[in-house]
């Protein structure tokens, strides 16, 4: 597959945070991009962001290509719309389950199924825990993965123009059948945000003395708890078979680990956890490093830096000069004083000299 760059105009029907986003990195590189939204007011903050003109000011309009960010519950039907609607362009959608859409779709269109040739699902595995087109950013999908989700009958000609949308916005493409990429995004993406959210609603009742305890961990688990919960009820029940599957094993490990727990001190029942833990480990490892290589296993220290300005910025500054590549980095803040907690993730063979490099220049490094 060699895609060239797409030509334009291209249709945005959704001004949402995925809809401007793509608007505003398709005009980066000075492709003609109209947007359309349901909601007047938002498609006008989509075209006041730059990241299209409105509909309105697009009478006779016949696009290369179509893009579908409609919730996933409409999808289906908008699509049939906009192939309907543009007879000559390609229409692709970017909801984040294909399976669903794909039968619902070839229902609505019935002895118009031939259409579908034009027609080529996608999923940008990209986001943010905000929404709405004033969280866009035109660099949102730079070297995230976009999948492609061709049927049978999509045109190779379709499947190119998918394919130079993708490119477009810098991500980088994969080819999945639709029952592939749902099963796929059940594992990575909805379970986790389950996971995070049934977490995170432990919380509500705790005394915020205890919350102030809250480190890294709790944090990292529970962020996209934030997320929309209205896009994720039609999300998870779009994919419900795929990830029912995935959470019946999870309910048998929490069922193993509570009767564990409700004899902690019995003949097997320290060996049982540590075995958990170890299929955790095991589990974690196989997650790609970076650029999608292999996995590798990094080491983290922890420097304390003062509260104030430049102060991080410093920090990276040094370890630059030091020589050593920050794999990784999170923040947080002491509880009791002004300072902050900046760990670091580097190769393990680089982290005793990079302890020995920072302490000399006056960092305090915490083991």
Sequence with gaps: MNPTHLAGPVLVLGSGLLGASIGLGLRAHGIDVVVSD?????????????????????????????????????????????????????????????????????DILGPNRGMLERYVGTHPMAGREKSGPVAALGELFNSMPWVLCASEVSSQHAVKVAHSLAIDLNAVVFRFTPDEHDAAVALVSHLPQVMSSLVASRLQETPPHALSLAGNGLRDVTRIAASDPALWVQILGANAPKLLEIMLGVRADLDRLITTLSAPTAPGARLDMAQLMAEGNAGQTRIPGKHGGPAQQYTWLTVLVDDKPGQIAKLLTEIGHIGVNVEDLRMDHSAGLQVGMVEISVLPSKRVSLVEDLTERGWKVIL
């Design 38 to 106: 349901p909601s007047p007011s938002a498609q006008a903050v989509a075209v006041d962001i730059g990241a299209g003109r409105g509909f309105d000011d697009a009478e006779n309009l016949e696009p290369e290509l179509v893009v579908v960010a409609a919730p996933p519950d409409v999808t289906a039907a908008v699509v049939a719309g906009a192939l309907q609607t543009y007879p000559s362009a390609v229409v692709v959608d970017i909801a984040s389950v294909k399976v669903a859409v794909a039968a619902e779709l070839a």
